[in-house]
């Protein structure tokens, strides 16, 4: 068998034979299917699927594609395919709260996040991440007014075309997309946001909860949509905190959350273990 | 040294020499402290602790309260002292789904909650605990509707100052308490909210969670007061859950979260661990 | 489509097409699949899969038994296929802390676990139990010693037999089952060990426990071999205790552990989500 | 009231009327009891307190002290005082694996971590850090073999000595301290041990632990003593883990695990929340 690997994510209406349909295709062009996951969701009546598989002999991906295009067309599936050598070019966005940069360079440098990082975009400037090796990283400072938010954004938009990114990566980026990048983005975006929602929404989370005195804090991740705070959750985690836990105890605990939360998300996106059903998310955790 | 232990819980205006104060009050009645817990709130500038001691030699309990009596008055305290030999009169009220109430009476009846249960009061028949060994356990059947319910929450009343009670558990109760009942229970009245506040609040939270597509399932134990949902909360709990869930999974992993979050704060009650502090609380933890 | 389930479980040597294979043989006799997991373990390549499927129209049982039945020759596979609605037999075995025995009974009682309790075995007189509703559950009181204990284990596999038992629960039976009773019940006896495994093998776990001073206890529940305390693990979890905790407590705690870890084993395998391999288990977790 | 806050931490033989005599000392020098905790060892019959102060007018600190020395005599008290304003010097030694070393040096530069890093000794050449900003940190390559391993350990102690280290913390030192430098060292180096002691000793613990099956996988920070893997646990935590994990896959949850263990095992360490109690320790966590 050769090394390479492939993830087919899929969705279509669920009807009998999908999984015989799709094992069948893939074991005529010599796949050999590896790991796979399906969920059928019977409220919306979409089945999901995400198959990990090789070829048993020559990598025969051009065949694959086009009987996977002839299924795909029978039964209006939306398919995804790419080899798991491919790696994701993700865009970082961020503002001064460095914690989830720091962890997902980390992450990306020992190899752990099989991702391109294609550049970050901060509304501070460079001097703001100076303990951070950013070597061989684009790096755009795009302060954002009010009256400079439209350009700045099509700004964005101009390196996510440009670069062909494929992922843009919220990390505690504190300026609100506007609905029309958010719905370019749509599917591609990923947001943490700093609080287990929907608890508490919009500002200051943390310092919300401190108030209403509660228990347990979170962290969510989700993708962006123009509904704010409302997009798909992809991961959640929570907390314990005290009465002892004064606002800036709960924002470092939350930094723990945020940076684990956010990682998980970016993880299991570029693995193809996120799908999309409606404003909810299917998770094939790994 | 004798057997028994006290609890003393108290709160005041933070100033400094309480801690000395109040420890050296005990050491001259004879008291040993065995163990203290305590809290400073620099925003309402208040003070809590929670002392468990004995008597090296006799029980002097009348002249530590006297002496208590003269520090509280001049440290402004609110304080409350009870042997741990003194069980909690607790009634608990239950509705159709008995989770909660087969927990309660199973860690009752093998001494893990160290109580009475002075009765259980349902607004369904008595037949539907028929699983459950009542013996010896006073049950009132009060089924409410909106003509009768104020003459039943009278009868309520009743039990609770015919018998005393010192605490009242709402263990997933599906009515409504009034305004002038909560009140009249206030600090003394727990519910088991079975959702993660303030998530989701008001009716099927199960299936609003399910509708937002979140990661995590909880449930919150609080003291109950006339602001519906947003009583003091004493503890909270969550449960990670999947795309694969349906309503019906998360009800069923619900009433695990619902059972040992209410437990757990009935324990902490009884054992004066959880103390009132404006709409939070100041829990010590065991 | 019918109302009734299947689950399929299997497992086999890797090889490419085994999806595929199975894929089209339940799509051949009309049966459509609801859910699958799989997971290929390239250590040992075996391929392990469980699959709910119905049948499109009329249920068409005995076709699809011919066709898993060649299949599974040409695949040298291992399967098992069971309608959802039959109902699992299982024999509960306990000793004198019947915490396990009464979270199963309940769980029984209000239909969370889809099973027959076809009987309980004890090594305490039925006087132990008085609290709970045992009515229509036949219960055998064989106490053990050393030298009764070959004849009371042939007893239990009598019972075993006669009922035609499907899975052993030992819910806290203080007893040890001999080598030959483990072998002969591999696969199908599910224990509770109130440890976090391999942490504190043997007696008093907790004790075990407290005297290292750990931070977090668990408990484990495992398939029964004669290898005792290491028998393949099905499921463990674990709570934060801390320097306060007595022994005492550390059972208090471990009693909740136990019971949620019991439960959720029991559950997962009578729904088909455990899967032997080896000395290690696959579990599809729900 | 001045801005310095002081710790005392403190151990000795129970006895009644230590709270009161110290609340009474540090009430007599004009001190401000702001936090405290305390816990009474039933066993052994010693008292641990942690206590958190400020002078309600000038710092009194000289006659704090003498007050504090005079009253230790009498009740054969070890004590420490603080002021938290005093910031730890801690060393850092790690081998090639950074993870550790990357969150504490990121906790550090954020304020997270109030110490100083007086240095970082590695057995493996500066250049495997060249992704960290270790500008103004002193940094020893140290590379061991059996015969520099006690002239190595020489100079670590000579460190230790010449920039009055606090806390040694091994984060990922993959060498093993001989007793003698364990021996000096007790009480103020801490070990992150990559497993749920006491679950798997030794090398590779997480392949110990693919091998067994376990479901959940640990990390355990703990003193280092001349009794390897053996000495006083200050925090533990723990992962789910699935039969779909691979050892590498263990490996990088665990790295998630490991840190945030050791961060949490050195905050408190420095907070002065971690006391000694023989093999075991008291930890007031926040």
Sequence with gaps: MT????????????????????ARTLFDVGGNIQEAHQYDDVETNLFFARIRFNFVANDNLTACRVALSELAEGLTMQWKLRATSDKARVLILVSRFDHCLADLLYRWRIGELAIDISGIVSNHPGETYVHHDLSGIAFDHLPVTPQTKEQ???RIWQIVEDRQIDLVVLARYMQILS???????????????HSFLPGFKGAKPYHQAHGRGVKLIGATA???????DEGPIIEQDVERISHQDRPDDLVRKGRDIERRVLSRAVFWHIDGRVLLNGRKTVVFRD
Tied chains: 1, 2, 3, 4.
């Design 179 to 193: 609905d029309d990048l958010s719905t370019r983005l749509a599917g591609r975006c990923i947001n943490i946001h």
């Design 152 to 154: 700045q954004e099509a």
């Design 222 to 228: 989700h993708y962006v949509t123009a509904d704010l």
């Design 3 to 22: 090394a390479s690997s492939y993830i087919l994510t899929f969705s279509c209406p669920n009807r009998p034979g999908i999984v015989a349909a799709v």
